[in-house]
């Protein structure tokens, strides 16, 4: 099991790189962290899943970081988006293949074969240098963190979210003592 934080780096590192985004990678985080009611229940395997899929839904573009080479970068960004899900979550993450086809919704089947056009491309791309962009790839992901805005924004909504409740139950408790006064009124009016 993984606290709130560990879900936030690891989404935040799978859709930076799966996007080519890391700004994009934040709206990753947003729907697909904080659309689980409880995060105690989400094991890595469910979440690779969640980022996949909401991970499609942005365009993936090319990684532009000094910190990885022009050449893997664009080799990574020259995948389709299930050549480049098949061959990060395989490749620099390690994940065993029936999660890797888990997390990308479909069959074990289709994975390989989204797997060994990956591999060609990547091969093709960066003749031998294929196996080193993996571990390339693993320690540009690892020097990501999810950025602070995100943690600020995220407490100022906690904020907001607790200012109306307390608002809400303010105006029910005014509402309440206003009908009990009416109440007491009514009833000391009929009385003789």
């Known amino acids: 099991m993984l606290n709130r934080h560990a879900c936030e780096r690891r989404v935040y590192r799978l859709a930076s ?10 709206g990753v985080i947003e729907s697909a962290i904080d659309a689980q009611p409880d995060l105690r229940r989400p ?34 960004a020259a995948l389709s988006a299930q050549q480049r899900e098949a061959w990060v979550l395989r490749h620099v993450y390690r994940t065993p293949f029936r999660e890797t086809a888990r997390a990308m919704d479909c069959s074990i089947t289709a994975t390989h074969r989204h797997l060994k056009r990956a591999e060609e491309s ?34 100022r909504r906690a904020r907001l979210r607790q200012l109306v409740l307390l608002a809400a139950t303010l105006l029910a408790l005014g509402a309440f003592l206003a009908a009990a006064r009416l109440l007491k009124d009514l009833i000391a009016a009929d009385l003789p």
């Open 43 to 76: 094991d890595s395997a469910h979440l690779d899943r969640l980022t996949v899929l909401r991970s499609r839904e942005i365009r993936p573009g090319r990684i532009d970081d000094a910190a990885l080479s022009r050449a893997v970068a664009a080799a990574l």
């Open 17 to 26: 790189l799966l996007t080519g985004n890391p700004h994009a990678a934040i």
């Open 122 to 155: 990547m091969n093709a791309t960066l003749a031998d240098d294929a196996t080193q962009a993996g571990r390339d790839l693993l320690r540009y992901s690892l020097s990501l963190d999810v950025p602070p805005f995100y943690h600020r924004r995220r407490e």
